[in-house]
């Protein structure tokens, strides 16, 4: 496991290792897991660091559907060899097929942890099967399990490391602006960080919690908690949208993040997106930025969606406190993993730049807990 911050070269690494040992053992099934399929086309097969970028096409298999095939997300050798792309989005794609070699990337940012349980049943093959995996680490309970077992051989390093590769103005830049940060002891400097003093959740407690997709209750209420940018240029906020339910045994959980930065018509329309694939009841919109304009944007796109505008009338962190109750409470669950959205919670202590996503997911959780207009939480 390569624990390294960003550009140390970890994808480099990871995509070297897995076409080598393809190409140096013939028929042999080599698996690559990455956190989305975009990253399977963008990163690890098609990316300036993927595979395919070291691989000469002349070792590639010729004829017609052969060689690299993006809808199967395959890349077949002239050795019988292939190396097939998995997302962490389907645990279930990796139940049967089985592998003598095979590269994670990211793995703390994958939506589904038990995709790394589901990989082992079907890494058996050959005399010595092996997995490496290349992160940048964040304090998730797969991290740390694999951290403790005796079989990891762990590779540490800095995205400094590696500053003759990279442009001397952005390693300046990512200097000044994280040096000394939170964010950048994990992000540049790779170090698993505990839980931040006074922030209202913690990391471990977002894990005892945590379901997989197949093991939820039938869904009460489904509801799209908005917090909504009014800008879209390149220093706008992220619009917030969390998609949140009320289970039939009486728990909350949180269903999707689809929080955006884009223009006000694109990013409703993704809420809307939201709504329709996930069933819900309602949208949960934020107005004291925008004011009307949420409805708007709304009633002009589909007039039919149920609508509630919500206003903050106060701070963050007080309308946060009644939702991390619930959480206390061990009253809800997240199903599978929400990288950004669970930083922020975890790292929100009412200082900083505004968490968008969070604010999503209050609005969204306390609309579904909702007891004579109170959010309905109690401390035991």
């Given at each position: 496991?390569?624990?390294?911050?960003?550009?140390?070269?970890?994808?480099?690494?990871?995509?070297?290792?897995?076409?080598?040992?393809?190409?140096?053992?013939?028929?042999?099934?080599?698996?690559?897991?990455?956190?989305?399929?975009?990253?399977?086309?963008?990163?690890?097969?098609?990316?300036?660091?993927?595979?395919?970028?070291?691989l000469?096409?002349?070792?590639?298999m010729?004829?017609?559907?052969?060689?690299?095939?993006?809808?199967?997300?395959?890349?077949?050798?002239?050795?019988?060899?292939?190396?097939?792309?998995?997302?962490?989005?389907e645990?279930?794609?990796?139940?049967?097929?089985?592998?003598?070699?095979?590269?994670?990337?990211?793995?703390?940012?994958?939506?589904?942890?038990?995709?790394?349980?589901?990989?082992?049943?079907?890494?058996?093959?050959?005399?010595d099967?092996?997995?490496?995996?290349?992160?940048?680490?964040?304090?998730t309970?797969?991290?740390?399990?694999?951290?403790?077992?005796?079989?990891?051989?762990?590779t540490?390093?800095?995205?400094?490391?590696?500053?003759?590769?990279?442009?001397?103005?952005?390693?300046?830049?990512?200097?000044?602006?994280?040096?000394?940060?939170?964010?950048?002891?994990?992000?540049l400097?790779?170090?698993?960080?505990?839980?931040?003093?006074?922030?209202?959740?913690q990391?471990?407690?977002?894990?005892?919690?945590?379901?997989?997709?197949?093991?939820?209750?039938?869904?009460?209420?489904?509801?799209?908690?908005?917090?909504?940018?009014?800008?879209?240029?390149?220093?706008?906020?992220?619009?917030?949208?969390?998609?949140?339910?009320?289970?039939?045994?009486?728990?909350?959980?949180?269903?999707?993040?689809?929080?955006?930065?884009?223009?006000p018509?694109?990013?409703?329309?993704?809420?809307?997106?939201?709504f329709?694939?996930?069933?819900?009841?309602?949208?949960?919109?934020?107005?004291?930025?925008?004011?009307?304009?949420?409805e708007?944007?709304?009633?002009?796109?589909?007039?039919?969606?149920?609508y509630?505008?919500?206003?903050a009338?106060?701070?963050?962190?007080?309308?946060?406190?009644?939702?991390?109750?619930?959480?206390?409470?061990?009253?809800?669950s997240?199903?599978?993993?929400?990288?950004i959205?669970?930083?922020?919670?975890?790292?929100?202590?009412?200082?900083?730049?505004?968490?968008?996503?969070?604010?999503?997911?209050?609005?969204?959780?306390?609309?579904?807990?909702?007891?004579?207009?109170?959010?309905?939480?109690?401390?035991?």
């Amino acid at each position: 496991m390569i624990l390294a911050g960003r550009g140390f070269g970890k994808t480099h690494t990871g995509a070297r290792d897995a076409a080598l040992f393809a190409l140096k053992n013939p028929n042999t099934q080599v698996a690559v897991v990455v956190p989305t399929f975009g990253d399977l086309r963008r990163v690890a097969f098609g990316g300036p660091s993927g595979i395919l970028e070291f691989l000469p096409k002349n070792v590639l298999m010729q004829g017609r559907g052969q060689g690299y095939n993006a809808s199967s997300q395959e890349i077949r050798l002239f050795n019988g060899s292939k190396i097939i792309g998995f997302t962490a989005t389907e645990p279930d794609r990796l139940r049967g097929p089985q592998f003598h070699h095979a590269w994670c990337d990211e793995i703390a940012a994958w939506r589904y942890p038990e995709t790394f349980d589901q990989l082992m049943f079907g890494l058996r093959l050959g005399e010595d099967p092996k997995c490496t995996i290349t992160t940048t680490p964040k304090p998730t309970k797969l991290i740390k399990s694999l951290l403790k077992r005796k079989r990891t051989c762990i590779t540490r390093g800095t995205t400094f490391e590696n500053s003759d590769n990279l442009a001397e103005a952005a390693i300046q830049q990512l200097e000044e602006r994280y040096g000394g940060t939170r964010l950048g002891r994990q992000e540049l400097y790779a170090e698993v960080l505990e839980d931040v003093e006074g922030a209202l959740w913690q990391y471990s407690q977002l894990d005892q919690q945590r379901r997989g997709k197949d093991d939820m209750p039938e869904m009460e209420r489904i509801v799209v908690g908005v917090d909504p940018a009014v800008t879209s240029g390149e220093s706008s906020d992220e619009t917030g949208i969390v998609v949140a339910g009320k289970g039939a045994d009486g728990r909350f959980y949180v269903l999707a993040d689809r929080s955006i930065k884009a223009s006000p018509d694109t990013w409703m329309r993704e809420a809307l997106d939201a709504f329709y694939l996930y069933d819900a009841d309602k949208i949960i919109a934020e107005v004291n930025n925008g004011g009307d304009l949420v409805e708007r944007l709304l009633r002009t796109i589909d007039a039919s969606v149920p609508y509630k505008k919500v206003t903050a009338t106060r701070g963050k962190m007080v309308r946060a406190e009644p939702i991390a109750a619930l959480y206390e409470q061990k009253r809800v669950s997240h199903v599978g993993n929400f990288d950004i959205l669970e930083t922020q919670m975890c790292e929100y202590n009412g200082e900083g730049s505004s968490p968008d996503r969070m604010d999503a997911l209050v609005w969204a959780l306390t609309e579904l807990s909702r007891s004579s207009g109170q959010a309905a939480w109690r401390i035991s």
